[in-house]
Structures are given as C-alpha cells and as structure tokens.
Nanobody
Framework: EVQLQASGGGLVHAGGSLRLSCVTS????????MKWLRQAPGEGHERVST????????HTIDSVKDRFTISRDNGKNTLYLQMNNLKPEDSAVYYC?????RGQGTLVTVSS
C-alpha cells in the first residue's frame, strides 16, 4: 500500500521559514520522480516543485524558485521542501505525490 505522509506545516509570519517532510512507503521511492503540490482555499492544485529519482534534476515554479528548495533522501524514503521568506500568498495545503497519487497534506499559513 502506497503511503505518503506530509508534515512540517504550521503558522508563521511573513518572512519566516518552514521545512516540509513527506515520509513514503509502499513503492520504490528512489526510482520515482516526486513532486510537491499546493492548494490554496478556493483554488485548484498547483504543482510547486518536482524532483527526479536520484535528485539530480528538479524544477520549481517561477513564483517560488528563489525561496523554495526541493530535495530528497532516498535512504530515508523522504521528500523535503525547504521554504524560506514565506509570503501570505504561499498559504495553502501542501501535498507530496507522484504520477496521479498524492498523500494527505499539511497546512501552511503565513500571516502578514
């Protein structure tokens, strides 16, 4: 059974930082490209960042690429998203996933 458990969200002031983690199981993590998505209230899902299986390639959307960094630890089957200089518009539920699968999200709220 595939499991994707995101954590690390919370309430921070604008300019603050958070590190999201996604612990996975039930599939070959090291061979799987992974992504972080987010969904703000009343909005659709937005793919924030993607990383390939061995971590040698990644892509992050322009609106956050200077502030967010995706990474992974294949030995721990864990995906990360380091988020710095957070802005109120970053407030959303953040999910990790691959292909058409995503796990439970973690809520990030950034106050102005």
């Amino acid at each position: 059974e595939v499991q994707l458990q995101a954590s690390g969200g919370g309430l921070v002031h604008a300019g603050g930082s958070l590190r999201l983690s996604c612990v996975t199981s039930g599939f070959t993590f090291a061979r799987t490209a992974m992504k972080w998505l987010r969904q703000a209230p009343g909005e659709g899902h937005e793919r924030v960042s993607t990383i390939n299986g061995d971590g040698t390639w990644s892509h992050t959307i322009d609106s956050v690429k200077d502030r967010f960094t995706i990474s992974r630890d294949n030995g721990k089957n864990t995906l990360y998203l380091q988020m710095n200089n957070l802005k109120p518009e970053d407030s959303a539920v953040y999910y990790c996933g691959f292909n058409n699968i995503r796990g439970q999200g973690t809520l990030v709220t950034v106050s102005s």
